[in-house]
């Protein structure tokens, strides 16, 4: 099946500094990539809808100037976590559809602390 | 995007066939159910997807009524390693692909 890889798969930063997550799709090009968080025993929560060659749409109440997309490419979608606070510790995982089979793809996940 | 609503835990014990019930009443035409399954500190794993009556593949089972308003996920045999959280999800398989709407899902416990 289609595979889809983050990196890093674990980061540690100090609070204040700017964080990169890359997420590709190794085997298939993919529009649309999605984005979540996951914090301890709960779901995984949507951030935004990442499509190539446009502008991230953000849930509410996550902010776009603070969790920053680009979606320069069919297999490469990135999110940076910009001036990165303790509370922003936690799992993040993306996907990726897959328009030939109309699955959606998971990525491995990072987590990120922030000290 | 339909609400799902499914137990929050469930326990079964090793050989056993489990089913996971989920509901969502107000599922719209053009939606799909679709399963995920998901270990800690990884992402969620596809299990099975469908739209109607009885999907069946290597790993499940996926029955939905003729309403749609609930399915039924069926896994033959649990081990210990089907311990971990499954979702059911619903949602539109349109130009830009699915977007999911994740609830808790069921946190299923296979015993020894």
């Known amino acids: 099946g289609a595979v889809v890889s983050q990196h890093p798969s674990w980061v540690i930063c100090k609070s204040g500094t700017s964080v990169k997550i890359e997420c590709r799709s190794l085997?298939?090009?993919?529009?649309?990539m999605f984005w979540y968080r996951q914090f301890p025993k709960q779901s995984l929560m949507l951030m935004a809808t990442?499509?190539?060659?446009?502008?991230?749409?953000?849930e509410q109440g996550v902010e776009k100037d603070k969790f920053l997309i680009n979606h320069a490419s069919l297999t490469l979608s990135t999110l940076t976590v910009t001036s990165a606070h303790p509370e922003d510790s936690s799992f993040y995982i993306c996907?990726?559809?897959?328009?030939?089979?109309?699955?959606?793809?998971f990525g491995p996940g990072t987590r990120l602390t922030v000290t | 995007l339909a609400k799902t609503t499914q137990p929050i835990s469930m326990d079964s014990y090793e050989g056993q066939e489990v089913n996971i019930t989920c509901s969502h009443n107000?599922?719209?035409?053009?939606?799909?159910i679709t399963w995920y399954q998901q270990f800690p500190s990884q992402g969620p794993r596809f299990i099975i997807q469908g739209y109607k009556t009885k999907v069946t593949n290597e790993v499940a089972s996926l029955f939905i009524p003729a309403d749609r308003k609930s399915s039924t996920l069926s896994l033959p045999r649990v081990s210990l390693s089907d311990t971990a959280v499954y979702y059911c999800l619903v949602g539109e398989r349109d130009n830009y692909g699915q977007n999911f709407v994740f609830g808790p899902g069921t946190r299923l416990s296979v015993l020894p």
């Open positions: 085997d298939f090009q993919a529009t649309t």
């Open positions: 107000n599922i719209a035409t053009n939606d799909y």
């Open positions: 996907s990726a559809n897959s328009l030939s089979s109309y699955e959606q793809y």
């Open positions: 990442s499509n190539e060659g446009s502008k991230a749409t953000y």
